[in-house]
């Protein structure tokens, strides 16, 4: 096998800026910033806008009767005379 073939995997710790939520992970990653985690160590820091904690989606927050009504005006529109 060719040595240096696959990335650097390694921990790194994500940083939600809308929900101000950090947690920790391993990644490829690599960043400039790092942070001191909670035990102590300092991780490379990665800023994300969105994450489970500020997506519509996983927060309950999503509006999907939306697209129901764009389906009914397409079909409004286009409907066989």
Same mark, same amino acid.
Not at 11 to 15: L, M, Y
């Given at each position: 096998m060719k040595? %240096?073939?696959h990335p650097d995997y390694r /921990? *790194? *710790?994500? =940083?939600d800026q809308n929900a101000d939520y950090t947690f920790l992970t391993r990644s490829t990653m690599r960043s400039k910033e790092t942070i001191t985690w /909670? %035990?102590?160590n300092e991780y490379p820091l990665i800023k994300v806008e969105v994450s489970s904690q500020s997506h519509p989606f996983y927060t309950g927050k999503q509006n999907l009767n939306k697209s129901a009504g764009q389906v009914d005006k397409f079909n =409004?529109?286009?409907k066989r005379k």
């Open positions: 040595a %240096d073939t /921990e *790194v *710790v994500f =940083q /909670e %035990d102590g =409004q529109r286009y």
